[in-house]
């Protein structure tokens, strides 16, 4: 008997100066824009997956504040057929405040990311065709109408503290 599993993702909505950070990636559809999010990696926590794709994906570091909502959402690859559904933690975080800056030139982005943009509220509305998914704007328009929770409410077991895992 296979066990049904959805993806669980994390995606980070990065605000600096009223604008945002988000990636150009290549994906099966083609070139969309994405906030930074990845899936989550085997002993990882929600924190830490956040943090990891964000300096993966922008070469950013970043320090995750709150975490905005939790959405469950379905995607059919066109192509395959392949029925995926997704959990996906959005946080919102900030720029590290770290000497040097929170930026790391030179630093190679995730394959698949083309570039980064720093895009106001607006022109992230304007550019919704090219939206990875739906998930993109309504995460920006959660963040933006002051939704957050408190991290505290995330709990990771006894074995995450033992290797160093936890935030």
């Not at 300096?55 to 570091?61: M, S, V, W």
Request: with cysteine; glycine share 8%; hydrophobic share 45%.
């Amino acid at each position: 008997m296979a066990i049904w599993k959805p993806s669980v993702t994390v995606a980070a909505v990065i605000e600096h100066d009223g604008r945002f950070l988000l990636v150009e990636e290549e994906t099966v559809e083609g070139v969309r824009l994405n906030q930074p999010a990845g899936h989550l990696d085997p002993g990882e926590t929600l924190e830490r997956a956040v943090v990891r794709e964000a300096l993966e994906e922008t070469a950013h570091h970043i320090e995750v504040i709150a975490g905005i909502g939790v959405y469950l959402s379905r995607f059919v690859h066109a192509d395959s057929g392949t029925d995926v559904t997704y959990l996906r933690f959005a946080f919102a975080c900030r720029l590290a405040a770290r000497p040097g800056g929170a930026f790391e030139p030179g630093r190679p982005l995730d394959r698949g990311i083309l570039r980064t943009h720093w895009f106001d509220a607006q022109t992230i509305r304007t550019r919704q065709a090219a939206h990875r998914s739906p998930l993109v704007m309504q995460t920006l328009d959660d963040y933006l109408a002051g939704r957050r929770f408190d991290l505290s409410v995330l709990h990771a077991g006894p074995e995450f503290v033992a290797q160093g895992l936890l935030s």
